[in-house]
């Protein structure tokens, strides 16, 4: 009998677009894939450094798995193994600690599978993170997550990323449009890229620091792919996405209307302690160019409160400039000190109860622009594509502009694309709608 492994991923896509090639590599080895409630013999949990809360939550997925199958060998993988081995291996349970360069060889880390009376590490340097390994995720979603790139050169003074992902680096051109290729062969109706940062995507894809493609030749020759349906951009710096890449959104076949990108503070005084590459103006100016050519784009904006020293003042600024900004959504981030940052350092701390205070504030002012966008479109004529999960009787989708709307349950309707017109907005702020035909959307 095949033994059996399961993995949980904690933290962004780009995790889970690798968990899904860490996992081809088991099945590839004649290991059965179960799921993580399931008894396994094996449990691979892929690791986020980016909040606290992914830190803390590590020790509760650990439990589970003992919890399953209490001899099961569990390893730990991802970004908070590469920066706190130590403290992972340290967890009760856990056999094996691999780092940023180790985990895409995790089957020849492993024996007998017999338990360790300590957590085995093996963890490299990040400097020696500088090779790339192309991923994407497949076979447990509607949507696939395609990595094109991964690392950072950019020195944000809150971020860990770099210290857990080393240098920015991308995959060349050719593999991305073979994998994107594979991908539409599965059934699969939209793909999301994803990477670190994706705009910087060219620098280091044939092993050096040249730009060969820049994200906007990337993007042109995705949109030539036949049989992708939809491609969905995830979150890209301001200041690397170009006007030309907004008009090549605009008038695409596959590119959807939606951008997520980072703000962070709607004070240049903070961006500035942050070590971001833009200033407000900036952004502004972005936000102003997606609404001219696509105005009924989604928009949706990260920004953290509480960096130290963030006034009051520096506080408003950012909420009277995103309350001013035709945009449509906010991921808060509560800031949290991480080891080995420029911030943590930094005087001027904020007090918890003033960080939580800050950002309960841009939590209703996100509710308030999520509605405020959905309402603008109802009227409108969408394309839906359904998910694959019955919720206490109901399936959900999304719509090409990131509109999340609902109808009763119908296994028919998962993984398939639909002409609607959006009527209504429930108490739960999904969309009700009318299907504009009964037919199954496809181009």
């Not at 390893?75 to 967890?91: I, S």
């Not at 009527?423 to 009964?438: C, Q, S």
Request: glycine share 6%.
């Amino acid at each position: 009998m095949n033994k059996k492994v399961a993995f949980y991923t904690l933290g962004c896509k780009l995790n889970f677009s690798e968990t899904s090639t860490i996992a081809r590599r088991f099945t590839n080895e004649g290991f059965d894939r179960v799921d993580f409630s399931e008894k396994a013999d094996i449990y691979v949990i892929n690791t986020c450094s980016v909040t606290e809360n992914a830190d803390r939550r590590f020790k509760t997925i650990v439990k589970q798995a003992q919890k399953a199958n209490p001899k099961a060998f569990i390893a730990a993988v991802g970004c908070y193994a590469q920066l706190k081995p130590e403290e992972l291996a340290d967890v009760n349970g856990v056999d094996l600690v691999l780092g940023a360069t180790e985990k895409f060889k995790i089957t020849d880390y492993i024996n007998d599978l017999s338990k360790n009376d300590f957590g085995e590490i093996h963890s490299c340097e990040i400097g020696e993170a500088d090779f790339y390994v192309g991923s994407y995720s497949l076979g447990d979603r509607t949507r696939a997550f395609l990595k094109v790139q991964d690392g950072c050169d950019y020195k944000c003074t809150y971020c860990t990323i770099p210290l857990a992902r080393g240098i920015s680096r991308s995959d060349t051109l050719n593999n991305v449009l073979k994998n994107a290729r594979e991908i539409s062969q599965q059934n699969i109706k939209e793909i999301v890229l994803t990477g670190v940062n994706i705009g910087d995507y060219g620098k280091g894809e044939f092993g050096n620091k040249r730009h060969e493609h820049t994200f906007l030749d990337l993007v042109t020759e995705l949109d030539k792919v036949r049989g992708i349906e939809r491609i969905r951009i995830s979150s890209i710096e301001p200041n690397l996405l170009q006007n030309e890449t907004i008009d090549l959104v605009s008038r695409s076949r596959t590119f959807v209307p939606h951008f997520h990108i980072p703000l962070q503070s709607g004070s240049n005084v903070i961006l500035k302690k942050m070590k971001r590459r833009y200033v407000r103006e900036l952004y502004a100016e972005r936000v102003a160019k997606i609404r001219e050519v696509m105005p009924h784009a989604c928009i949706g904006v990260d920004v953290i409160v509480g960096f130290p020293g963030e006034t009051d003042a520096h506080f408003l600024e950012t909420y009277h400039f995103l309350n001013a900004l035709d945009i449509s959504y906010l991921h808060v981030f509560t800031y949290s000190e991480r080891d080995a940052t420029e911030a943590a350092a930094m005087d001027g701390v904020i007090p918890k109860q003033v960080r939580s205070k800050r950002s309960k504030m841009l939590r209703a002012l996100s509710v308030k622009k999520r509605r405020a966008f959905y309402e603008s479109q109802l009227g409108t004529i969408r394309t839906v594509l359904f998910e694959s999960e019955n919720k206490e009787g109901f399936i959900h989708g999304f719509t090409e502009n990131y509109i999340k709307v609902k109808t009763h349950w119908n296994p028919e309707l998962s993984n398939t694309l639909h002409d609607i017109e959006l009527t209504k907005i429930d108490d739960d702020g999904a969309v009700r709608f009318e299907f504009i035909n009964a037919e199954i959307y496809s181009k």
